[in-house]
């Protein structure tokens, strides 16, 4: 059911997406950080568009914001049929979503590498990274059936072992 997977996973993108949004916008609230249009200036580049001020690529900006997170649904969906699911899977699929972000934002000359970034804002990237994969993840993984037969558990490496 590898069409219903992506599917759903697009859907769990959704999801995803909103609760990161929901986060941001409250988080700016408290600190004031004022928005990003890093997205909507690297989709701006990757469709070979003239460059415009922030405030002339609101369009672009959502249209990425929402589309690399939707899109990317699917892989988390894909991920929770095949059974890498729950929190270790949320994990796995942030490090996907920030992968995605930096390769595009710093191919494109857009963005700069995180280390180059303030702590702060470093810290706020990584916390709204997670909330967008855990929510998708979890939304994923209720929407997706996993594999029919799961892996054969391991015993631990410590547990039972004598020297």
Known sequence: MTSSAILRGLAAGVVGVAAMTAAEKLEQVFTKRPNSYVPGHTLERLLGLPHKPDEERLGLNWAMHWGQGILL?????????????????????????????????????????????????????????????????????????????????RKGWTIGHKA
């Open 73 to 153: 649904g699917a892989v988390r969906g894909l991920m929770a049929e095949r059974g890498v699911r729950g929190p270790v899977g949320s994990f796995m699929f942030m490090n996907l979503r920030l992968l995605n972000d930096q390769t595009l934002e710093n191919a494109t000359g857009v963005g700069a590498p995180p280390w180059t970034w303030p702590v702060d804002e470093q810290v706020l990237d990584l916390v709204h990274k997670g909330i967008y994969a855990f929510a998708t993840g979890a939304t994923a993984d209720r929407l997706i059936a996993g594999p029919a037969r799961l892996p054969v558990w």
